[in-house]
């Protein structure tokens, strides 16, 4: 059974770092990409950041560039989000997603992960 588990949420001031961590279990994604979404209130879910199986490419959302940084370290089956600067603007669920396959692309649409996290608050006071 696969698992995907985040953690490291919370609530900070603007201009606070929080770093998020996904743990999976039950399988290793080998050669598939990871991501992670986030979902404010009343609005879709939608890309923060995606990572290539080797970590040597990346993707952001425009909002996030020069603020966060995705990393993984397959060894251990994580995958992290580091945001710093973080704006109230960033207010959101931030779930950790997964493809069922490999593939070389960096997709940002939601329907090409299979696997999904159960999601971690991150809430940023003004």
């Known amino acids: 059974q696969v698992q995907l588990v985040e953690s490291g949420g919370g609530l900070v001031q603007a201009g606070g770092s929080l770093r998020l961590s996904c743990a999976a279990s039950?399988?290793?994604?080998?050669?598939?990409?990871m991501a992670w979404f986030r979902q404010a209130p009343g609005k879709e879910r939608d890309i923060v950041a995606v990572?290539?199986?080797?970590?040597?490419?990346?993707v952001y959302a425009d909002s996030v560039k020069g603020r966060f940084t995705i990393s993984r370290d397959n060894a251990k089956k994580t995958v992290a989000l580091q945001m710093n600067s973080l704006k109230p603007e960033d207010t959101a669920v931030y779930y950790c997603?997964?493809?069922?396959?490999?593939?070389?692309?960096?997709?940002?649409?939601?329907?090409?992960?299979?696997?999904w996290g159960q999601g971690t608050q991150v809430t940023v006071s003004s």
């Open positions: 990572i290539s199986w080797s970590g040597g490419s990346t």
């Open positions: 997603a997964a493809r069922a396959g490999p593939t070389p692309y960096l997709y940002a649409e939601e329907y090409e992960y299979r696997y």
């Open positions: 039950g399988r290793t994604f080998s050669g598939s990409p």
